[in-house]
């Protein structure tokens, strides 16, 4: 595997969870597949499951960590190709790139949404210049529009807790004080629509995901029908894509709260993390035995390792 960024880089999701359950099992079994070689993990953002699930799973693996925070540790810098670089940025990513992949034998990146152009963050500009200028197998620890690790960890965590063949999972739109990326639930639907899922998406009007990401997926509007026999209730807020990187609505009665689990068929509750209580989902909801978003994000060594043996393999 020489890249990790959509559903596609995984190949078959049946031998893919499979060797997840296997890594689960015996996690040290591999210790000897990343000696002497070392990952880099590259954050332009904040992370706290990704940071520290990553090197986790790079550490299960036998190999070495290094982190770099760019602009905290590292010089500021610049990605735009072809400007005079007269203002505050001192490097550009042209030479950056190209070091940290001469360090390393694996590079993981993040690398948010910048919400300053829609064609800036759908073209992955960021995450594809790490691709073509570091020679070293890269991993999204979160694109400007997709979030695989976590799309694994959740299909993984679907995997463990269905009791029916084929399960009815909801993602949610719900409210919050600020814009996010729409990354985690374009990854989650992408993956979603992949697996042997009854998927369905709902959220107000302004509020559909990019035309490839809807086309497959079943949308219902109304919060509650779609909640209706849910089995998986996947709560996210987005941004709007239409008017990208707007807040349409702040609508609190999209809250995943007791009520609206009432209407489900006595559903599990998702949440990638990092969550604001009480805005996305109720106390009671989240605290409750239904709630998966522990264990969810317990999984995320299990994705992290599954994909960064699979490019030991392939080194
Ligand atoms: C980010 C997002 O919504 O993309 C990271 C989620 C894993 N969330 C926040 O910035 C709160
Ligand atoms: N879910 C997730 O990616 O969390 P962090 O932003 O803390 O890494």
């Known amino acids: 595997m020489k890249r990790f960024l959509t559903v596609d880089d995984i190949g078959d999701l049946k031998a893919a969870l499979a060797e997840a359950q296997q890594v689960k099992k015996t996690p040290f079994a591999w210790q ?16 706290l499951r990704t940071r520290l699930s990553s090197q986790k ?3 299960n693996l036998g190999m070495n960590t290094m982190v770099l925070n760019i602009n905290e540790d590292s010089w500021k810098l610049e990605t735009e190709m072809g400007v005079v670089m007269d203002g505050d940025k001192s490097e550009h990513l042209r030479e950056a790139i190209p070091v940290i992949g001469s360090y390393c034998d694996i590079i993981g990146v ?17 995450l594809n210049q790490f691709i073509q200028y570091s020679g070293r197998p890269v991993i999204s620890l979160e694109s400007a529009t997709r979030h695989p690790c976590q799309a694994f960890a959740d299909l993984i965590t679907i995997e463990e807790h269905k009791t029916v063949a084929r399960p009815k999972v909801v993602l949610s739109w719900a409210p919050h004080p600020k814009a996010l990326p729409q990354a985690v639930p374009n990854s989650f639907a992408e993956w979603m629509k992949a697996a042997d899922v009854d998927f369905v998406i709902t959220c107000p009007e302004g509020y559909d995901l990019a035309p490839d990401i809807m086309q497959g997926a079943h949308l219902e509007r109304d919060q509650r029908k779609a909640f209706e026999g849910a089995d998986f209730i ?3 807020n987005w941004s709007s894509f239409e008017q990208y990187g707007k807040i349409l609505s702040k609508d609190r009665s999209w809250t995943v709260d007791a009520e609206h689990m009432s209407w489900t068929n006595n559903a599990k509750f998702m949440h990638c993390l990092p969550v604001r209580r009480n805005m996305i989902v109720s106390d009671e909801v989240i605290d409750s035995p239904n709630s998966l978003v522990i264990p969810e994000a317990a999984n995320r ?14 080194l």
Do not use: W
């Open 110 to 126: 993040r690398s948010f949404a910048r919400f300053e152009s829609r064609d800036f963050d759908y073209q992955e500009t960021i």
């Open 57 to 59: 799973a790079a550490q």
């Open 301 to 314: 060594v299990v994705s992290a390792q599954v994909v960064m043996k699979r490019m030991l393999e392939s």
């Open 234 to 236: 996947y709560a996210k």
């Open 32 to 47: 000897d597949l990343g000696r002497n070689k070392t990952i880099i993990l590259v954050f332009f953002n904040s992370s």
